[in-house]
């Protein structure tokens, strides 16, 4: 079945290191996001990609970056200069940046700092 | 930029009531998403509105767009635990540079009471 996954699930990070989420989708999307949901705050767009080897900031990107070498894969780096990382980490897709069926979420990573 | 504001932010209702979920924008809507999430996991689409007094069902939630296209609607008729959740809309929006994404509501948070 096609779909979009997110690894791992949960992840726990010391304060100072970088870690990498994981996003892969085998839908054949050319559009990908990344989104970060917090208590309160709702969803907000971190980065997003409409096309491989394209990427734009969303509107929290500051701490974090991305790479889209293949068009399967969107993988987030959380870097040390994110001051609050702590959060629920959403990656989608889409055929098209404004698609009548909606994104396709994955299921989350919940990112803990410790 | 373009905000959504979704009311009301939680709500408890009786197993079988009906209940009304509103997401109003400061401008106009050209793309109404409605997405629900169970906690911790990802966001299912629902339905997606365009026009103007348009109308759409899914089972038994159905959503409104406005005819003025700055507010909609989501209603669900003989509410079930299953319904339990939380509703977030979603708005087409267009940044500086050209580029098409879409921007979330905080979310309505809704339980069900058997």
């Known amino acids: 079945d096609g779909g979009i996954t997110q690894s791992p699930k949960y992840l726990f990070r010391k304060e100072g290191q970088n870690v990498t989420l994981s996003c892969e989708q085998n839908l054949n999307h050319d559009a990908m996001y990344w989104y970060r949901q917090d208590p309160g705050q709702g969803l907000r767009l971190i980065y997003y990609?409409?096309?491989?080897?394209?990427?734009q900031k969303g509107d929290i990107a500051e701490g974090y970056s991305v790479s889209r070498e293949k068009k399967e894969s969107f993988p987030l780096t959380v870097t040390s200069a994110q001051k609050n990382p702590t959060a629920f980490y959403l990656c989608?897709?889409?055929?098209?940046?404004?698609?009548?069926?909606?994104?396709?979420f994955g299921s989350g990573t919940r990112l803990t700092v410790v | 930029s373009q905000e959504l504001e979704q009311s009301p932010q939680s709500l408890i209702v009786q197993e079988g009531k009906n209940l009304t979920i509103n997401c109003t924008s400061s401008k106009t809507l050209y793309g109404l998403y409605w997405y629900k999430q169970k906690y911790g996991e990802g966001l299912i689409f629902l339905m997606m509105l365009q026009k103007g007094g348009e109308e759409k069902s899914h089972e038994k939630i159905t959503a409104k767009l406005d005819e003025k296209k700055q507010q909609s609607s989501l209603h669900i008729t003989a509410s079930q635990p299953s319904h339990a959740g939380i509703y977030l809309c979603?708005?087409?929006?267009?940044?500086?540079?050209?580029?098409?994404?879409?921007?979330f509501g905080i979310g309505t948070k809704l339980q069900v009471i058997p």
């Open positions: 979603g708005a087409d929006t267009m940044n500086s540079g050209g580029y098409q994404k879409v921007t």
């Open positions: 989608a897709s889409s055929i098209a940046p404004l698609d009548r069926d909606g994104y396709t």
């Open positions: 990609s409409q096309i491989v080897n394209d990427f």
